[in-house]
């Protein structure tokens, strides 16, 4: 038979109590700085919708700047945002900004890049991609581009 005591003290006590608390709190505030998940984005356009579970949502999502797309053509590509920016990943960092989103909150974080065929883009001598960024369920970023040689890139409110 085993008998084991601990002599302690009051302060050895307390200084495992706040140990523990300061544990607790450091898990809050990690916690707290993860990336947040918004379900809409508002912008001088308006409030829309940024939660899209399949490429379905995704037309339904590019549906709500009025444009139409080619379903049978869809691209889907891993990116990583990078952690350390250029001047080029500031400046579309802009754009999203226009649209009432911002890609700060996912640098360094894997996401999911779809291209998609605009069909009803007016007055257009080329093909127009809207590509939209999509994190963990939810479009972070994206925009509307022509498809040659220094071409637009626009956000979807400016289309």
């Known amino acids: 038979m085993f008998i084991l005591s601990l002599k302690t003290s009051k302060?050895?006590?307390?200084?495992?109590?706040?140990?523990?608390?300061?544990?607790?709190?450091?898990?809050?505030?990690?916690?707290?700085?993860?990336?947040?998940?918004?379900?809409?984005?508002?912008?001088?356009?308006?409030?829309?919708?940024?939660?899209?579970n399949n490429k379905d949502d995704i037309i339904s999502f590019l549906s709500q700047f009025g444009f139409e797309v080619d379903k049978k053509n869809i691209i889907c590509?891993?990116?990583?945002?990078?952690?350390?920016?250029?001047?080029?990943y500031t400046s579309y960092n802009e754009i999203q900004k226009k649209q009432g989103l911002d890609l700060?909150?996912?640098?360094?974080?894997d996401c999911q890049k779809y291209n998609l065929k605009i069909t009803n883009y007016p007055d257009s001598s080329c093909d127009i991609i809207a590509t939209?960024?999509?994190?963990?369920?939810?479009v972070i970023g994206g925009d509307i581009s022509e498809t040659i040689y220094n071409g637009f890139t626009k956000s979807f409110i400016e289309s």
Do not use: H
Not at 38 to 43: E, K, R
Not at 77 to 88: E, G, R, Y
Not at 104 to 109: A, D, V
């Open 11 to 52: 302060k050895k006590i307390l200084f495992i109590i706040l140990l523990i608390l300061c544990l607790i709190l450091s898990v809050f505030f990690i916690s707290k700085k993860a990336v947040p998940k918004p379900t809409t984005a508002n912008c001088e356009w308006g409030e829309y919708n940024l939660v899209v």
């Open 77 to 88: 590509n891993d990116i990583k945002i990078p952690s350390v920016w250029n001047d080029t």
């Open 104 to 109: 700060t909150n996912y640098m360094g974080k």
């Open 132 to 138: 939209v960024i999509i994190f963990q369920n939810r």
